[in-house]
């Protein structure tokens, strides 16, 4: 049974570090582009940062780019969003979501949802003082 759980969310505060964790379950990873989404109340999915298969490329949003680094580690079947300098505009249901098909191409990722067929249930992530 395919399975991806996410852990490390909590509450931090403004400027403060968390690393989250994706593990799999019922499959290897490491064939498989990984997501990373998050969705405030009242918002829409927003696509944060994505790897490819072969690690060779990752792809950030805007709002995020030079504080979270996203990365995996095929031997643990995990992948992994470390999550620097957060700000109260980070806060949200953080997941994470595999791509076989964009897995295929190795050295591509996407950050729209609807690249990845398989997700966990996500980590709450809150940043507040």
């Known amino acids: 049974q395919v399975q991806l759980v996410e852990s490390g969310g909590g509450l931090e505060q403004p400027g403060g570090s968390l690393r989250l964790s994706c593990a799999a379950s019922g499959f290897t990873l490491e064939s498989y582009a990984i997501g990373w989404f998050r969705q405030a109340p009242g918002k829409e999915r927003e696509g944060v940062a994505c790897i490819s298969s072969s690690d060779a490329n990752t792809y950030y949003a805007d709002s995020v780019k030079g504080r979270f680094t996203v990365s995996r580690d095929n031997s643990k079947n995990v992948g992994y969003l470390q999550m620097n300098s957060l700000k109260p505009e980070d806060t949200a249901l953080y997941y994470c979501?595999?791509?076989?098909?964009?897995?295929?191409?190795?050295?591509?990722?996407?950050?729209?949802?609807?690249?990845?067929?398989?997700w966990g249930q996500g980590t709450q992530v809150t940043v507040s003082s």
């Open positions: 979501a595999t791509s076989w098909n964009w897995g295929a191409m190795k050295s591509m990722c996407v950050l729209a949802s609807s690249g990845y067929a398989d």
